[in-house]
């Protein structure tokens, strides 16, 4: 097996436009686990909204890497393996930011989703990422010094034309304190510096103690950079930001099965 270890992106990469994932996937899936090898999905996405979809995958046990990184937890259990967030000033710092950009915005703790507006946005998140948020709060900034919540995650939900300016903005703005990416055409996310996927891969490495030019990753967006360049098998799936396929092997799309052609023709090769 040339890569022992495989990492892989959900949204846009493992998880095809309407939801599903494909049976061919599934299968490979299933595969690469009974040869050996350790499957794990490494999302932006909240715990509570990727562990339901790793039991639909099959994938009772091991460990889910939500929050880009800054969470880790072992399936089965729920047992928390790391958890990363803001200090309160970091987070209020990246709130009043986002406010006074006027923006959709949401705060994450591990478990619960607060959002400052109930618009059609917040019901496409919703309905995409099956969770509902815990409370909508037009001021966020205020909640946080009020309730004292520990943010995991800020994001933006802005028109796919206004993304990249606004990241760049943030940027400039936070400093390298601070990790701002994009996570798909409409969202921008910020957490705190070192909380990324290359993190992920660290972590999995020491606790499955497999060496990084043994561990393989796939992803599509521009959050998944760090994810790439940490892992020693690099692939990006056709459909995904021409700066991720500049630096990969170019696979299927996420429509045409890309994981499975990934571990089919490259993790489970010699």
């Known amino acids: 097996m040339r890569y022992s ?10 998880v095809r436009a309407d939801g599903t994932v494909s049976k061919r996937n599934k299968d490979a ?24 979809r790793l039991k639909e995958l099959g994938l009772a046990d091991g460990l889910a890497v939500a929050f880009q990184g800054a969470t880790i937890a072992d399936v089965a ?54 969770v509902r948020r815990t409370a909508v709060i037009e001021k966020l900034s205020a909640f946080i010094e009020e309730k004292h919540p520990r ?5 933006a939900m802005v028109e796919p034309e206004k993304k990249a300016a606004l990241a760049a903005r943030l940027s400039a703005a936070l400093g390298d304190r601070f990790f701002v990416t994009c996570s798909s ?20 490495s020491n606790y499955y103690r497999v060496p990084r030019e043994k561990i393989a990753a796939i992803g599509d967006q521009l959050n998944d950079l760090p994810l790439l360049r940490a892992a020693g098998g690099r692939f990006a ?9 500049s630096q990969a092997t ?10 499975a052609y990934a571990i089919e023709n490259f993790a489970m090769g010699d």
Not at 104 to 126: C, F, G, K, P, S
Not at 250 to 259: I, K, L, M, T
Request: aromatic content about 8%; overall charge negative; charged content about 30%.
């Open 77 to 130: 259990t729920g047992k928390l393996l790391k958890d990363e967030g803001f200090s309160e000033e970091d987070a209020l710092k990246v709130v009043r930011l986002l406010e006074a950009e006027d923006v959709h915005i949401h705060i994450y703790t591990v478990d619960a989703l607060y959002a400052n507006r109930d618009d059609e946005l917040l019901r496409i998140y919703e309905e995409i990422c099956r």
């Open 185 to 204: 055409d409409w969202l921008v996310e910020v957490m705190p510096a070192g909380q990324d996927k290359a993190s992920a891969v660290e972590f999995l």
């Open 5 to 14: 270890m495989f990492l892989s992106d959900f949204d846009g990469t493992l």
């Open 29 to 52: 899936i299933a595969r690469y686990r009974a040869a050996g090898g350790v499957f794990a999905v490494c999302t932006g996405r909240m715990l509570t909204s990727i562990v339901p």
């Open 151 to 155: 943010v995991v995650k800020a994001l």
């Open 237 to 245: 799936v056709e459909n995904a930001e021409e700066e991720l396929k």
């Open 250 to 259: 170019v696979v299927p799309s996420c429509e045409e099965d890309g994981v």
